[in-house]
C-alpha cells in the first residue's frame, strides 16, 4: 500500500476489474537495435505506481518501445471466430532490448463479460495460429515489419507468454472459494489453453506471497498467467517481469544455437596456412565475445529481482522463472561458452607453438645457407685469381666470358653455389607449410572444468 497526496485515499495494490485484460508476449525471430535516444520509455506508455521509480532508474537496461500503434480493435482479425470475444480496444507495441531483442506486445481488452472456456480458446489461437493473425487485410507481422523499416521478412521467435487479467463474473468466480474444484477447473483451462481435459488435476505454479484468498490470485504456466485482483500498477509490474523473462529464455536459444554453430566451424575448418587460422581464430573469438555479452547484458540482467525490487513481482519472477527453467539454462550456457573459449585459446596456442618452431626451423636453415654459401665463395674467389695470373692456360687473346674454353671452370665455380641455394628455396618451402600439419581442424582436445555445484535454495 502507498499513502497518496494529503487528502487523498490510499492507493492499493489489490482493485476490482470490470473488463478483462490479455496482453500477449511474443518473442521476435530478429534482431532491431533501439535508436540511442529513444523518445519514450515504457514508464511513458504504462502507468506502474509505486514501482515506477525503480524502473525510472533502470531504464537503461529495460526494453524500449521502438513501435507504437492504436489500431481499430476490428482491424485485428483471428483464424476462426476468434474464439467468441469482442475487443474493446488493442494497443501495438515492439520494444527491443539495448541488446537488439525485440518483442511484439499486444494489450486488449474485452467488451462484456468473457467466459473461460472462450478465454482458453483465445489465447490458444493467438497462441498456435499466431502466424495467420492478420492487421486489416495483411497479415500482422508484414505491416509490423514494414513500419518498423525491415529489409527482411520478420518472423515469429519460439516464444510465447500471455497474462490474463480476469475481469467482470470471471475475476469473481476465479477468486471465490466456495467451489474450490470449478475454480481449479477453470483456472486449468486458461493456463493449458483448453487443450487439456478440465477434470484432471494439472501443475500450476502458485508463488505463495501471492494469493490471498477471495481478494488476489497469481497462477501461472510456462505460457499463461492468471493475474487476478490486482490494481492496474501491479499488472504492469507483473508485465514487465514476464516481458524480460522471456526475453532472457530467446536470447538463450539462440546463444545455444549460434555455440554449437561456432562449435561445427570449428570442427570442419579447412586450414592451409596459418593465415587462415589467425582468421578463424579471430572470428571465433569475436563470435564468443558476443555470446558473453548476449548472456550478461541479455539474460543476466533480467532474471534477479534488482529492477523492482518488491515482494510482489519478486515471487512472480522467482516462480516464473522456475518454471521456465532459465536459471539451469543459462548455467548450462556459459559453460558452454566457456568451453568454447578453450578450444579457441588451445587453437591459438597451437598457432603460436607451430609459427615459434617454423620460424626456428628457417633460422637454423638460413644460418646454414650463410655457412654454406661462405664456403662456396671461395671457388669464385679462386676463379678471378686464375684470370687475373700470367698463367698459360688464360689466353690473353680470348675473353673471360668465353664459355668455349672456360665453361668448365664457371661450372666447377657455380654449380654447387646453384645446388645450394635451390636445396635451400625447397627446404623454406616445406617449413612454410609444416604448420598447416600441426593445425588440423581437429586440435587436442581442452581440458574440460569440472561441472559446478551450486548451494543454496
Known amino acids: 500500500m502507498v499513502t497518496g497526496t494529503a487528502g487523498s485515499a490510499p492507493v492499493l495494490d489489490s482493485a476490482a476489474r470490470e473488463l478483462t485484460r490479455i496482453l500477449l ?57 476468434g474464439g467468441g470475444l469482442a ?74 507468454h500471455q497474462l490474463v487479467y480476469p475481469g467482470g463474473r470471471l475475476r469473481e468466480e476465479l477468486l471465490a472459494h466456495d467451489d474450490e474444484p470449478a475454480r481449479r477447473a477453470q483456472l486449468n483451462g486458461i493456463i493449458y489453453r483448453g487443450k487439456m481435459p478440465a477434470a484432471e488435476r494439472l501443475a500450476v505454479s502458485v508463488p505463495p506471497n501471492l494469493k490471498n484468498q477471495g481478494i488476489t490470485l497469481s497462477a501461472h504456466g510456462r505460457g499463461v498467467s492468471v493475474q487476478a485482483g490486482w490494481a492496474p500498477h501491479v499488472e504492469n ?23 554449437f554453430a561456432m562449435m561445427k566451424e570449428n570442427e570442419q575448418a579447412l586450414i592451409d596456412s596459418p593465415s587462415e587460422v589467425r582468421t578463424l581464430i579471430s572470428r571465433l573469438s569475436d563470435g564468443v565475445n558476443e555470446l558473453q555479452l548476449d548472456l550478461a547484458f541479455g ?17 512472480f519472477q522467482s516462480s516464473l522463472r522456475d518454471t521456465l527453467g532459465v536459471r539451469d539454462s543459462l548455467d548450462n550456457s556459459a559453460r558452454m561458452v566457456e568451453r568454447l573459449t578453450s578450444v579457441i585459446n588451445a587453437r591459438s596456442a597451437a598457432l603460436d607453438a607451430a609459427l615459434a618452431e ?31 695470373v700470367n698463367a698459360t692456360d688464360v689466353d690473353g687473346g680470348r675473353s673471360i666470358l668465353d664459355l668455349g674454353r672456360y665453361g668448365t671452370a664457371y661450372a666447377l665455380a657455380w654449380l654447387p653455389f646453384v645446388v645450394l641455394t635451390a636445396t635451400g628455396y625447397l627446404l623454406l618451402r616445406r617449413v612454410g607449410r609444416r604448420p598447416g600439419t600441426l593445425l588440423s581442424a581437429n586440435p587436442p582436445p581442452a581440458p574440460v572444468p569440472a561441472p559446478r555445484t551450486s548451494s543454496g535454495s
Open 299 to 315: 539474460v543476466e540482467a533480467y532474471v534477479d529481482s534488482l529492477l523492482i525490487p518488491e515482494m510482489l513481482t519478486e515471487g
Open 237 to 259: 509490474g507483473l508485465a514487465v517481469v514476464a516481458l524480460g523473462m522471456i526475453s532472457a529464455l530467446a536470447v538463450l536459444q539462440r546463444t545455444r544455437l549460434v555455440a
Open 25 to 81: 508476449l511474443f518473442s521476435l525471430g530478429c534482431r532491431v537495435r533501439p535508436p540511442g535516444d529513444a523518445p519514450e520509455g515504457l514508464v511513458d506508455r504504462f502507468h506502474f505506481g509505486r514501482f515506477e521509480p525503480h524502473l525510472a532508474s533502470g531504464g537503461a537496461v529495460l526494453p524500449v518501445p521502438v513501435l507504437t500503434e492504436r489500431p481499430d480493435p476490428a482491424e485485428l482479425r483471428l483464424p476462426g471466430d
Open 358 to 388: 617454423r620460424d626456428e626451423r628457417q633460422n637454423r636453415i638460413v644460418s646454414a645457407l650463410v655457412a654454406a654459401a661462405t664456403l662456396i665463395a671461395l671457388p669464385p674467389t679462386l676463379l678471378l685469381a686464375f684470370f687475373g
Open 87 to 160: 475487443l474493446a480496444s488493442v494497443d501495438l507495441l515492439v520494444v527491443a532490448t539495448p541488446r537488439g531483442d525485440a518483442t511484439l506486445l499486444l494489450d486488449c481488452e474485452f467488451t462484456g463479460e468473457t467466459d473461460a472456456a472462450d478465454v482458453a480458446a483465445w489465447l490458444a489461437t493467438t497462441c498456435f495460429d499466431r502466424e495467420h493473425l492478420r492487421l486489416g487485410d495483411r497479415p500482422l507481422l508484414a505491416v509490423v515489419g514494414e513500419r518498423l523499416g525491415l529489409a527482411e521478412p520478420l518472423t515469429f521467435g519460439l516464444n510465447v
